[in-house]
Each structure stands twice: as C-alpha cells, then as structure tokens.
C-alpha cells in the first residue's frame, strides 16, 4: 500500500525524519500532498447535498466513554444550511468546544431535529447488541421528524453497519 506505521515514543519524531527525507531527496512534500487528498475528499462529500432538503442522524456516547446514547436528526435546507455555513459549523472534531456551545442554542432553536436520549440504565435492561440498539435508535428519531411534514427529498444515515443489516435490525 506504500504505508508505514510509527510506534513507541519518538513515533512522531521517526515518522517527520522520513518526511523531512523524502522532501529533501524527491522534492516531494507528504504533508500537503495529505491536505490536498483530504479537501478534496471532504469537497466531494459536501457538495452531493448542497440546495438537496435533507434529513440526517447521528449519535454520541457510544465509543471510548460509554453513555449515554444520544441519537439526533436534523432537517437542513437551502436556508439553514446559509445559517449553519455563516455559524462556521463544520466537523465537530475541527470546532472547539467553546465555539460549540455559543452556536449550539441557536442551531437548536433554529433547525428543525428531534433527539432521543436513551441512558445507561435502559440500555442495559436489554440484550440487543449495540448496531441493533443504532438502528433502532436512528430509526425512531428520523421517523418522528420525517412525519413532521418536511419536505425532505434525502435522508443521510452515518454508517455504523451495512444497510442489509440495519434493514433486517429493525425488522426484528
């Protein structure tokens, strides 16, 4: 594949050597070779769904901290995606969490979502496995807001199972 990995304690100070190696020798910068192959990327995924009014969902809690699971749909046009552009709402891995919590109460009043909290307490009350629990969970918060009357023509799912299996998940 061309790639190679770095580990134990000097990792980073190993890994920007070669860099440093391979700029000097062929002229070649790896680094923005990498943002290059990244904003495009991330360029080709915004615009399939600019102007398209679009359902989505995700989830938080569910990876290193356990809980609770909270699973959101939101509802974004033309004119909530202009709200959402001039906020600078992007990744929430790329904005602090300072700049979160100012722009968060008025995304919250403006764009149409419905969120579904299930704690921890609920959650392991049952034996479902934790796709099966995503499922049902994203299921039922893009229901409620679907059948809000919006006039959605997409509905985007961030992807933790195959679509064979969410399907059959929620037919159990």
């Known amino acids: 594949s061309g790639k190679v990995v770095f580990q134990g304690l000097s990792a980073d100070i190993d890994a920007n050597m070669w860099k440093d190696l391979e700029r000097s020798w062929n002229?070649?910068?790896?680094?923005?070779?990498?943002?290059?192959?990244?904003?495009?990327k991330n360029e080709e995924k915004d615009t399939r769904f600019i102007g398209v009014p679009t359902i989505g969902s995700d989830e938080v809690g569910t990876g290193d901290y356990f809980g609770p699971i909270v699973v959101t749909a939101s509802y974004v046009d033309k004119e909530h995606m202009s709200l959402l552009n001039s906020l600078g709402v992007r990744d929430s891995k790329k904005i602090t969490d300072d700049k979160i919590?100012?722009?968060?109460?008025?995304?919250?009043?403006?764009?149409?979502?419905?969120?579904?909290?299930?704690?921890?307490?609920?959650?392991?009350?049952?034996?479902?496995?934790?796709?099966?629990?995503?499922?049902?969970?994203?299921?039922?918060?893009?229901?409620?807001l679907s059948n809000k009357g919006i006039p959605y023509h997409k509905i985007i799912v961030d992807q933790f199972t195959t679509p064979r299996s969410y399907f059959s998940y929620l037919k159990q």
């Open 27 to 40: 002229n070649r910068d790896i680094n923005a070779e990498e943002t290059k192959k990244e904003d495009k």
């Open 101 to 144: 919590m100012k722009i968060a109460p008025q995304i919250i009043r403006e764009v149409p979502h419905v969120t579904y909290i299930l704690d921890n307490k609920t959650y392991n009350q049952n034996n479902h496995n934790m796709n099966k629990v995503k499922a049902i969970l994203h299921n039922r918060v893009l229901f409620e």
